[in-house]
């Protein structure tokens, strides 16, 4: 059961599930408790509300202080999905209260598949989770090493969860943006057996190689990252995302007929996309319709255009509560590439309003090279110091990125306003 979750099936996780009479009490804790993990991903809410009801008590007569701690994280995560953050924060921090017991012959922990450490590894990485909405990018990335640290102090191995551990690292520290994270990601990642049933976590870790190495100036370094990333990619969208990678930065460096190339591919990727298919994660397929569309409509607005209502009809036919995590990053993405479209279409001012909007969302959320990138697409439109001032910190960290090359180039264009941002 518990493998079967682990590779994203957890209707055949819940169709082993049967309770053996004279089971002990820690193993029908345990049952209960990925019963409840398989009924949250199959959407079945209010079976998941009965059954933690029955974890809760096994778990808490288990003697067995690994035991309650996943429980009170399966709790979290119910609460989580069911968009109760004050009832996923309480059980996250009775998770994290539990601690080992006081007579080593009270403890039973060594009857359970994970280890404390390893289950406070995953209620860390819960915690960060529930940072998006509030606290932002560095305090995630705080709870995401602290995971990663727990880890590191636990000496039984659990390759599958160090991937997703370090693969949600990854993503976090490719969204800040931070190049003095990429040593440690590579180095840690380097320690990892790579399974073919890791092969997305791998996908994201290589994709944020990619783009930290980018944000570094090794433009080089950052292909082979993304030429890496696209080998792994599990699903046509995903591969999107890597293609689209590789023609981005190919833009930025001038490698026009490179960027051209990479588009075009992307564009045939986007044609095999089926939107209508039943699936409970569709963002991989819309996040790379909105960076495709943003990248067509620099070279034909229509086409861009055309991308951007394809996702919007298919997003209308999603439930809402897909969008309402309390993650401002999705909206940030929208607004990003609506504003880019219509600046494409030479729609101005509609396009000033939607970009300072996803300049302020990605501010916010702390991933400040991107809202730099919206700085920078600002400053050229309305020569805003403030635009330019932002724009030129964040380069400044980053001097030999594409980043500092494009500033340098509206600088050169913009001379009439004496560089504002110095």
């Known amino acids: 059961m518990r493998a079967l979750s682990r590779l994203g099936r957890a209707d055949a996780a819940l169709a082993l599930c049967s309770t053996e009479p004279g089971l002990p009490i820690s193993e029908r804790a345990e049952l209960s408790i990925l019963k409840t993990i398989a009924l ?34 399966v709790e979290a995560h119910l609460r989580f999905y069911r968009h109760d953050l004050a009832g996923a924060s309480a059980a996250v921090d009775r998770a994290l209260a539990v601690g080992p017991a006081p007579q080593a012959w009270q403890n039973h922990d060594r009857e359970y598949f994970l280890s404390l450490r390893l289950v406070r590894a995953s209620v860390y990485d819960l915690r960060g989770q529930l940072a998006r909405a509030k606290e932002g990018l560095r305090a995630q990335l705080h709870w995401a090493q602290l995971a990663l640290a727990e880890l590191d102090a636990d000496p039984h191995e659990d390759e599958w969860l160090r991937a997703t551990l370090l693969s949600n690292f990854a993503v976090l520290a490719s969204d800040a943006g931070d190049p003095s994270l ?6 840690r990642a380097s320690t990892i057996e790579w399974s073919n049933d890791a092969k997305l976590q791998h996908f994201f870790v290589m994709r944020a190689l990619g783009w930290l190495s980018a944000l570094n100036g090794d433009h080089l370094g950052a292909f082979r990252d993304f030429r890496a990333s696209a080998e792994l990619a599990p699903s046509r969208a995903w ?35 089926d939107l209508a298919a039943p699936t409970r994660d ?16 620099e070279r034909d607005p229509a086409e861009g ?26 909206q940030a993405s929208e607004l990003m590439s609506e504003g880019i479209v219509a600046r494409a279409e030479g729609r101005t001012q509609l396009a000033t309003d939607l970009l300072i909007n996803a300049f302020d969302a990605f501010d916010k959320l702390g991933s400040r090279w991107r809202a730099a990138l ?10 805003q110091p403030f635009f330019y001032g932002y724009a030129a910190r964040e380069a400044g960290g980053r001097p030999q990125s594409w ?8 600088e050169a264009e913009q001379r009439p306003l004496e560089a504002p941002f110095k």
């Open 403 to 410: 980043m500092a090359r494009r500033l340098a180039q509206l």
């Open 182 to 187: 990429r040593e440690e990601l590579r180095q």
């Open 374 to 383: 919206a700085a920078l697409e600002l400053a050229a439109m309305t020569g």
């Open 282 to 297: 569709p963002f991989p397929s819309f996040s790379a319709l909105l960076k495709l569309a943003e990248l067509a409509a």
């Open 305 to 330: 255009r055309a991308i951007l209502n394809r996702y919007r009809a298919a997003r209308s036919k999603c439930p809402s509560a897909l969008f309402d995590g309390g993650d401002r990053r999705w």
């Open 239 to 273: 591969k999107m995302h890597a293609v689209l990678d590789r023609s981005l930065l190919a833009r930025e460096l001038k490698q026009d007929v490179f960027a051209e190339d990479e588009l075009n591919h992307a564009l045939e990727l986007a044609g095999e996309l």
């Open 40 to 73: 949250i991903r199959l959407g079945r809410t209010d079976e998941a509300e009965a059954e933690i009801l029955q974890a809760r008590v096994f778990a808490y007569s288990s003697c067995s202080a690994a035991i309650e701690a996943d429980y009170e994280r």
